[in-house]
């Protein structure tokens, strides 16, 4: 039997709190303090985009106050 490793593109969101003076400094704040224990939803794929359809969650970082 032969061993094959797999790839799986996922796409999903984590949610990060964080204490900021901005914006920007908030979105930098979160990539800082970023892992897995934040993942709040997340899907596997055969394919993420397929001709211009994005099957992902979040195409960009969105912050919310």
């Known amino acids: 039997m032969k061993k094959y490793y797999v ?13 900021a003076e ?4 908030a979105i930098e704040s979160a990539f800082q303090q970023a892992d897995l224990k934040h993942l709040e ?9 397929k001709g211009n ?3 992902g969650v ?5 912050v919310e106050e």
Not at 41 to 49: D, F, P, Y
Not at 58 to 62: C, H, M, R
């Open 41 to 49: 939803e997340w899907e596997a794929h055969t394919e993420v985009c």
């Open 53 to 55: 359809v994005f099957y």
């Open 7 to 19: 790839s799986i593109p996922i796409t999903g969101k984590l949610v990060i709190e964080v204490d």
């Open 58 to 62: 979040l195409s960009k970082v969105d």
């Open 22 to 25: 901005s914006k920007e400094d």
